[in-house]
């Protein structure tokens, strides 16, 4: 199927199941483990409880013997009972951090279930703490609680917290929105300089130094889905967004840079010259990939959002048919022109009640299950096929050059079962 021809119907009026109940799915704090790593003078401070330093713990794996960037104040029960002044111990915590740790630059005061039923007032506390550590350390806040984010949303309330605190700029610039690993960051920067658009900044910078200003002549692509909150904080300072499908696969990266070449007025000889080569080589890489897809089925359990872009990668350049595409929330003004490109027949889930969608999921029995770790192992022992989500947001995935190994993801586990399969009759 050709990226010029559209579906006859998209999914952009398609029919979505709302569905609130039992969720398995992450809270915002995970974030943390993949922002901390982009943005090299940031420090996470969650303000929470022993299960919330677990979450981390445990996400973050090996990492945690690296002297990361992050860490738990724990709310004991005097701070809960209101007996210790929570705000007091905190500045005392934070300045003996900032005193032990010169190489930060900026401070994310991060809110967790138990700080927000708490109200314990982060936004004063990291006003305060700003004035008091300026100018070196800059500190925000932000929530990634369970009971107001869901896995990659902590990373669009940290971004949307940072816009505020932007400098003013009335240059014509591009900014990219989205925390990617930073070989991915440089190989767009790299396709769109090759086509003459050079003022770019991302957010988030990789340094607390690094300069970027927004302001009435910003446009602004995105990088992730998840980034509603971010997107009306960037409108709020006058930018504007431009509206493209997600660069995931041969197909999506080309959308993804027409878009943007379109809003630069760059002509066409120039991006065929640009982008002939690695889309020829995305593309040879996705159907080596993509050979044990083809024709087979595919379920999403919600978790990231990225769910959306996933369906429209494996249906349009991998040949699978999407049976049930969930995802835990459903932004129509980011998803559209990925909407429009998936092609009508998939039920479309915002949100979950768990037990439905089990069933659901028992009685089409697809080929390949997308689900999160609780789910994956019960689902294997069933019969099922399964690809952890989270592996989808920790490795590098968008653009050309990652279009292949994307595509690898989603084959590894079927080839594993059935090599497991030949090993077992033999
Ligand atoms: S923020 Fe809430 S959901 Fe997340 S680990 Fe802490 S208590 Fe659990």
Not at 19 to 40: A, D, Y
Not at 197 to 218: H, M, Q, S
């Amino acid at each position: 199927m050709s990226f010029d021809t559209p579906p006859s119907t998209g999914c952009r009026d398609a029919p979505v199941l709302r569905e609130r109940g039992q969720h398995e799915v992450f809270c915002g704090l995970t974030g943390i483990i993949w922002l901390h790593r982009k943005m090299q003078d940031a420090f996470f401070l969650v303000v929470g409880s022993r299960t919330c330093a677990h979450l981390l713990q445990s996400a973050a794996g090996v990492m945690i013997f690296a002297e990361p960037r992050f860490g738990t104040a724990i709310l004991e029960e005097t701070d809960l009972a209101g007996l210790a002044d929570a705000q007091a111990e905190l500045e005392r915590e934070v300045g003996r951090l900032i005193a032990r740790r010169p190489d930060i630059r900026q401070l994310f005061l991060v809110g967790s279930c138990p700080s927000e039923v708490i109200k314990l007032d982060l936004a004063r506390a990291a006003e305060k703490l700003s004035v008091q550590h300026a100018p070196h350390v800059r500190v925000l806040n932000y929530s990634g609680s369970g009971i107001e984010t869901t896995f990659t949303q902590g990373e669009d309330a940290c971004l949307a917290s940072m816009v505020p605190g932007l400098p003013e700029t009335d240059a014509r610039q591009l900014m990219l929105v989205g925390a990617l690993p930073d070989v991915v960051e440089d190989q767009a920067r790299d396709l769109l300089a090759q086509m003459g658009i050079t003022d770019v900044t991302i957010l988030p910078a990789r340094r607390a130094d690094d300069p970027v200003a927004v302001g009435a002549n910003t446009v602004f692509a995105l990088l992730q889905p998840f980034l509603g909150d971010t997107l009306a904080a960037l409108e709020r300072r006058g930018a504007r967004h431009i509206p493209a499908p997600f660069p995931f696969g041969a197909q999506g990266t080309t959308g993804w840079l027409r878009a943007v070449a379109d809003e630069f007025g760059v002509d066409d000889a120039t991006f065929e010259r640009v982008t002939a080569a690695p889309r020829a080589r995305a593309t040879r890489a996705v159907a080596q990939a993509a050979e044990s897809l083809s024709g087979k089925s595919i379920f999403f359990f919600p978790d990231s959002q990225l769910e959306i872009p996933l369906a429209r990668f494996l249906t349009r350049e991998c040949g699978m048919r999407a049976i049930e595409v969930g995802t835990p929330f459903l932004h129509k003004t980011i998803l559209g022109p990925d909407l429009d490109l998936l092609e009508a027949g998939p039920q479309l889930t915002e949100g979950q009640d768990v037990e439905r969608q089990l069933d659901r999921c028992r009685a089409a029995h697809p080929d390949l299950t997308v689900c999160g770790l609780g789910l994956a192992n019960p689902l294997e022992a069933e019969g099922l096929t399964t690809k952890w989500a989270i592996e989808l947001v920790f490795t590098p995935v968008h653009f050309y050059e990652q279009a292949g190994d994307l595509a690898g993801l989603f084959s590894r586990p079927m080839r594993r079962r059935a090599a497991l399969k030949l090993g077992a009759a033999s």
